[in-house]
């Protein structure tokens, strides 16, 4: 079965230091997307940043980036300059071979002001 | 442009009876998924709408179901209510298939008594 992993159920940072959220995958697929989403306490996920398989460049919005390792199956999220609004659960997540997006059981964030 | 939206936002039940969750995606969408999101289990995929068909189905049992207007409205119905069916039921709708960007609602708490 295709399954997305997130080894680490909670994280905490300084406010302003940087952090690294890591998510491995399984697919035999060749070409797909990655994604990680956002869910404050308000329950309404976000998108955070997209990643598209086929392009070796790392995505990149605003403060968060990805380390995306597509031999290792690796996606992991980085976060610099924390912020107190960026509390919240984080969700690694890919379409499986039928397009239904599978996730993983995310990972709760705390940013120590 | 209006965001997706979910009602109701919390609803509870007693064992048995059945129970019908509205979703409204943003307007444009023409494909609404659906998700199961439980402290134990995360977030499972329950099925996707794509011009009023089925596109995609999770691993469910059959009091899970679902359907999508010609306005891209949709909606899922439980019947038979089991105590293991509480959980907050997220709805997203994207442009095209799911496996591009999703946009959530708020979802709706269900708790089952």
């Known amino acids: 079965a295709q399954t997305v992993t997130q080894s680490q159920p909670e994280m905490s940072v300084q406010e302003a230091e940087t952090v690294t959220l890591s998510c491995t995958y399984d697919t035999s697929e060749s070409d797909y997307y990655l994604f990680w989403y956002k869910q404050p306490p308000s329950r309404q996920m976000i998108l955070v940043i997209r990643q598209e398989a086929y392009k070796q460049q790392n995505a990149t919005e605003n403060r968060f980036s990805v380390n995306f390792q597509k031999a290792a199956k690796s996606f992991s999220l980085k976060i610099s300059d924390s912020q107190l609004g960026d509390a919240a659960m984080y969700f690694c997540a890919y379409p499986d071979r039928d397009d239904k997006i599978i996730f993983g059981k995310g990972t709760r964030l705390h940013i120590l002001p | 442009k209006a965001g997706v939206t979910q009602t109701p936002r919390y609803l509870i039940k007693t064992r048995g009876q059945q129970v019908t969750l509205s979703c409204s995606p943003i307007s444009g969408h023409r494909s609404v998924s659906w998700y199961q999101q439980t402290p134990g289990q995360g977030l499972q995929f329950l099925f996707e709408y794509f011009s009023e068909t089925q596109r995609n189905k999770g691993n469910f049992p059959g009091r899970f179901s679902g359907r999508q207007f010609s306005n891209s409205r949709s909606e899922m119905n439980v019947s038979t209510l089991e105590l293991g069916d509480s959980a907050l039921y997220l709805c997203?709708?994207?442009?095209?298939?799911?496996?591009?960007?999703?946009?959530f609602g708020s979802g709706t708490q269900l708790s089952v008594l």
């Open positions: 997203a709708s994207s442009l095209g298939p799911a496996n591009e960007k999703l946009f």
